[in-house]
Structures are given as C-alpha cells and as structure tokens.
C-alpha cells in the first residue's frame, strides 16, 4: 500500500522540478493543472522513467481510482488517502476550490464523487490529503503536502454557512425556484420564462505556505522548496518510517493549530526539502 512518504521518497531520490508543459491549447490552465496531476501520480507510484504502457501498469497497482475534472478526488491510493491536487502560479495566491468546500475526509457518500469512484474499491471514508503546487511556466517552484484535517475546518463549520445562505436565498418573495443542489436556482427570470438565474458558491483556501507560515518559511533562493506536514498521529500509522531515513531532507517536530480550535495544537511532523 502505498502512502505519502512513498512519494517524498521518490521526490528527493528523483530531484524532479520541471514539467512537460508542452501542451497547447486555448485552456493552458487546465493543461499545466494536468501536467501537475501527473507529476503527482508519479510520485505515488515511482512511474517516472516507464514507457507508457508499463507506466500505466504501475497507476494501476498504485490507485483504485483516477478522476476527472468534473467529481473529486483527482485520485486515490489503493486502501489508503484519497489526493487533491491543488496548481497556483503566484507564491501567495490561495486555492480556487470553486463549488466545493475544503474537507478534511472524503465519505463514500458523497453526492459529489462518481460512481466509478464510490465502487473503486471497499471504502467507507479516506483521509484528503492535498497536494498544492507553485508552477512557474515549466518549472514547479515549490510543493505543499498536507492533509485536510490539520489544513481546513469539519464539514459542518462550511455547510452551516452554505446552508444559512441558501435559505436565505430560498426566502426571497416574488421569484421562483427550483430544487438544486447549488445555493438556488431562480427560474423564469424573463417575460417569456425561458431564462434562469444559477446561484452558486465560489469556496478559496489560503495556501498551505501562508496558513503554516507560523512553522514553515520557503527559502526564497532555492530553485525548490518542499514542505509537508503529518500529525503525530497519522504519523505513527505508517509502517515504513524507515524508508526516509538517510535521504537529504529535515523531519522535525512541530505544534500545529487545531483547525477547528486553534488555541488547541497538537504535535505533527514537518519535513522539508530544497534544490
């Protein structure tokens, strides 16, 4: 089963920091976002240097799902995290999650994740680990890892809002609405009735850098910075500590906030790593 420190692994034994970006198209956005997610992948699974088929075998022992642009996750490890995968292209820029809300754990409930996702594999509920890159053209700048329950609030903290303005939307007299999934849907806008208003939530999260600014600070002159944090907890749930000793990195111990409490920290692992 592989796991994150698999991939921190093959990060530091690979020295890997450009991208193929050689991609055209209107929505070069979405390309180099692709690009990223395959980095990722390749971390996962030490499938860098395959040829394309072997490469593809590799995914497939490594993951139970790949996603699509349309459902979450972008992928999950066979009985293991389930990952997002987060491309900013300025230092200080903060995630764009659209209509989604941050989580700290995807339930195979979900009224947002696919079918080919649910059935994957026998799951109940993955840990979200999100995996936040800075690209710059074809080179990634730095590379954040880091899980959603030390990164982002409990569900409730997120749908309480949601669905406050929802209602709130829902109470507006003289306009119609139709049951949606979104925060409304305000139907025969027009005199002839064939226009509707979508109401939807646009969620960002600051970037990881700045909400851990408070243990963690990029060294501006390097040509790569990586940080990623464990809890102590999910720490102690790897059994294969072992494989990061001896590499050319810094694990130290750090008090992280609670992110539902944050006068309440708990002890995590900070690893670091720069070219």
């Known amino acids: 089963m592989k796991n994150i420190l698999d991939a921190v ?119 979200i680990l999100y995996v936040v890159g800075v690209v710059n053209g074809d080179r990634l700048k730095s590379l954040c890892m880091i899980y959603g329950r030390d990164y982002c609030a409990a569900e409730e903290c997120y749908n309480r809002i949601r669905q406050k303005i929802k209602d709130g939307v829902e109470t507006i007299e003289g306009v119609e609405f139709s049951p949606t999934r979104e925060l409304g849907r305000i139907n025969r806008v027009d005199p002839l009735g064939v226009t509707y208003l979508r109401v939807r939530g646009m969620w960002h999260i600051e970037n990881p850098w700045k909400v851990f600014s408070y243990v963690y600070r990029r060294n501006p002159s390097a040509n790569f910075n990586f940080m990623c944090i464990v809890s102590e907890n999910k720490w102690r749930q790897f059994d294969n500590r072992e494989i990061l000793t001896g590499l050319n990195l810094k694990i130290s111990d750090v008090r992280i906030k609670n992110p539902d409490n944050p006068c309440k920290l708990s002890s995590a692992k900070l690893i670091q790593y720069e070219i």
């Not at 989580?103 to 799951?123: F, G, T, V, Y």
């Open 9 to 127: 692994k093959v990060l530091v034994a690979q020295n890997r920091i450009n991208l193929n970006t050689a991609q055209s198209g209107r929505n070069r956005i979405n390309a180099v976002g692709a690009v990223l997610e395959e980095y990722v992948k390749n971390l996962f699974a030490d499938s860098f240097d395959l040829p394309p088929a072997e490469k593809l075998e590799r995914w497939s022992e490594t993951f139970s799902y790949l996603g699509n642009n349309a459902n979450p996750p972008d992928m999950m490890l066979k009985d293991g995290d389930a990952v997002e995968v987060k491309k900013i292209e300025s230092p200080d820029a903060a995630l764009a999650l659209n209509s989604s809300y941050p989580k700290q754990i995807l339930h195979r409930d979900n009224p947002m994740i696919s079918s080919a996702c649910r059935d994957a594999e026998i799951w109940t509920q993955k840990d």
